[in-house]
């Protein structure tokens, strides 16, 4: 099962982590203003534009999917209040929602051979899956406000290890390739852009830690992509979608 050999490799990555910064510390103690964390938690969010776009209606229902995100950090800490922060995630980015559209641009598989193609302006009603799996390196500026409450924010980049974005339509019509078109009925019609999504997602996080005890900490974190999740030249969606996430979780200090 993919997710489980994926799983497997963030284990070993963190075991090697943990092991380099033990040693570090006995080599030449350096170590003593390194510190490290393992998490783990749940995310809300999805592959979503910046506004609500005027071709979507009503949004009919929404449910998060591969909502998880397992990782470690490495800290080090320049000062008392100031420090750095290296990480490697490994973590779900989806969402399967239904909404009624007008005139929402995108193309689906043709009924009679998949290999065909119908594009148009779709109106009626459509279901999105979104399943992304990622490996994410976030690189934070943290700051230490108390003995309790530590902040952080800097830039991520995502590699994609699985995509999935596709769906289906029904009980609607299409306009063949222009707004005013033939009109062409859809009582059921699927399609699939997983191949036109990007491979890499670079963004922006911003987050809190708060320490429960001298080991255990809450935390909560919001991720912003600053790209379009689908490549350059993709026009089956007429606005971009950008991965847009809150990320609440536990972790454990190491050391």
């Excluded at 750095?84 to 689906?108: C, H, I, P, R, W």
């Excluded at 899956?129 to 830039?155: D, M």
């Excluded at 699985?162 to 019609?189: C, M, S, W």
Aim: charged share 20%; proline share 3%.
């Amino acid at each position: 099962m993919k997710i489980k050999k994926y799983s497997i490799i963030l284990i070993a990555i963190i075991v090697c982590m943990g092991t380099t910064v033990k040693a570090q510390h006995t080599i030449d103690g350096f170590g003593s203003k390194l510190d490290f964390h393992v998490m783990l938690g749940g995310k809300i969010g999805g592959a979503a534009p910046l506004s609500l776009p005027r071709e979507i209606r009503k949004i009919k229902s929404y449910h998060p999917n591969v909502p998880f995100f397992v990782g470690a950090r490495a800290n080090y800490h320049i000062d008392s209040s100031w420090g750095l922060s290296l990480g490697l995630t490994f973590e779900g980015k989806g969402m399967d929602t239904e909404a009624n559209v007008k005139g929402y641009k995108t193309t689906f598989n043709a009924v009679n051979d998949a290999k065909e193609e119908l594009r148009g302006y779709y109106t009626g009603d459509i279901t999105t899956k979104v399943h992304n799996l990622y490996l994410s390196i976030p690189v934070q500026a943290t700051y230490q406000i108390s003995n309790r409450w530590n902040v952080q924010a800097g830039p991520y980049i995502s590699f994609a290890v699985k995509k999935e974005f596709y769906g289906e339509a029904y009980n609607g019509y299409l306009r063949h390739e222009q707004p005013t078109g033939n009109k062409i009925i859809v009582d059921n019609a699927d399609y699939d852009f997983a191949e036109s999504i990007r491979s890499v997602d670079v963004g922006m996080s911003l987050g809190a830690h708060y320490a429960i005890n001298q080991k255990f900490f809450g935390l909560a974190q919001v991720d912003y992509g600053f790209n379009n999740i689908m490549q350059t030249g993709f026009e089956s969606i007429s606005f971009g979608l950008h991965n847009i996430f809150m990320n609440v979780g536990v972790g454990y200090k190491l050391k």
